[in-house]
């Protein structure tokens, strides 16, 4: 009978946990249905939070690049049957560019630099033999990648005074000093004597867009000064007479002094000449290779208002093959042809005693070391 009643109040005790049970079991799924529900709220809430992304890279619109250079040549003789004269030369060049473009607008400007030095043995001082200095500078906008409307500005000197070194009529002792060469002298050119300077108006041609390696400008309404601030050269340079000087009878170029000597009245002539033209100038640079490159320019210059047929040419030209790292052998080439431009030759000074029109032309061999600001990329 006791164990009757036993069994019967475990079943009543198992039958009244059931309801317990499945009341836990329920609030444990709620428990974990709030917890799923919060993490995934958490996880879209993180998902919506935007990372910080780095900063893009500013636009460079600038574009700069430098290069120098400086080569050094010595000679020297002994019992040289075929003859010569001992010398050393030293030559120096600066190459530089800066170029902006943004968007159409572009603005490129360039500057070149030579100057060089001569010793030789039967000259005892130290000559100038190579003085170049050219700057320009173009603003244009691009309406097709291989056409632009464009305005330039450049300017073509030198740093110092040349002269032509005659041979002295005078001197003692066996042969003439550094003083009597200096007295025989007579200057050729200077600082702003000639300096060429145009601003032009017209348009860009680029063939090739795709590496800019021939460009072409030009430009029908130029502007042109041709400066000579040394008033003995202004004469030979082309420039016109003042106003009140216009009459050569009454003021003669050449005047013979009383003491049998002879002076030249540069003081009539105009510091400028002013001309107005079309101009064309052609840039070209070929890089055959990594160590071989070649580069030219042409400035043709036509003045309406005086012998437009008769142009002003200015060419330069340059071959480099890189030998090592920071040496190269170069070869340079200047030619300039001006018709207002009188030059005097010692070997017909007597059929032509003002001088007359000449091409002029200058080479340059040279094994340089130079170095470049920044260091191009190959």
């Not at 809430?45 to 780095?54: C, I, L, M, R």
């Not at 002013?274 to 290779?289: C, K, M, P, T, Y």
């Amino acid at each position: 009978m006791k164990t009757v009643r036993f069994t019967a109040l475990a079943a009543l005790l198992l039958l009244a946990a059931l309801p317990l049970r499945a009341q836990n079991e329920q609030t444990e799924k709620k428990e974990a249905q709030s917890a799923a529900d919060a993490a995934a709220a958490a996880a879209a809430a993180f998902a919506k939070t935007e990372v910080p992304q780095a900063a893009p890279p500013k636009p460079v619109y600038w574009k700069k690049a430098a290069t120098t250079s400086l080569g050094f040549s010595q000679q020297k003789l002994s019992n040289w049957a075929a003859g010569g004269v001992n010398n050393v030369t030293l030559n120096a060049a600066l190459r530089g560019n800066a170029n902006f473009a943004k968007g159409k607008t572009y603005w490129n400007n360039k500057i070149e630099c030579d100057y060089g030095f001569i010793y030789q043995q039967d000259k005892p001082f130290v000559q100038k033999n190579l003085d170049r200095l050219y700057f320009e500078s173009v603003c244009g906008y691009s309406k097709s990648p291989k056409f632009g409307l464009s305005a330039r500005i450049d300017f073509l000197s030198q740093f110092s005074n040349t002269y032509n070194y005659n041979y002295p009529s005078s001197f003692e002792g066996d042969s003439p000093t550094a003083k009597d060469w200096r007295n025989a002298r007579t200057i050729r050119s200077g600082l702003l004597s000639p300096a060429y300077a145009h601003l032009c108006v017209g348009f860009d041609i680029v063939p090739n867009p795709a590496n800019r390696w021939r460009v072409i400008n030009f430009s029908p309404i130029t502007g042109g000064f041709t400066v000579v601030a040394n008033k003995e050269l202004r004469r030979a340079y082309g420039n016109h007479r003042l106003k009140q000087y216009r009459d050569e009878a009454e003021y003669p170029y050449t005047e013979a002094l009383p003491d049998g000597t002879t002076v030249n009245h540069g003081e009539y002539y105009k510091i400028t000449r002013f001309e107005l033209g079309s101009q064309l100038v052609a840039h070209l640079n070929i890089r055959i290779n990594t160590n071989f490159l070649f580069s030219s320019s042409l400035i043709l210059f036509s003045n309406y208002l005086d012998n437009p047929q008769n142009l002003r040419v200015n060419y330069s030209s340059a071959v480099s093959w890189i030998l090592a790292k920071n040496l190269s052998l170069s070869f340079k080439t200047f030619l300039l042809y001006d018709d207002k431009v009188m030059i005097r030759n010692p070997d017909d000074i007597d059929k032509y005693p003002d001088g007359k029109q000449r091409v002029q032309l200058q080479e340059i061999l040279g094994l340089n070391f130079s170095y470049s600001f920044p260091v191009p990329k190959k």
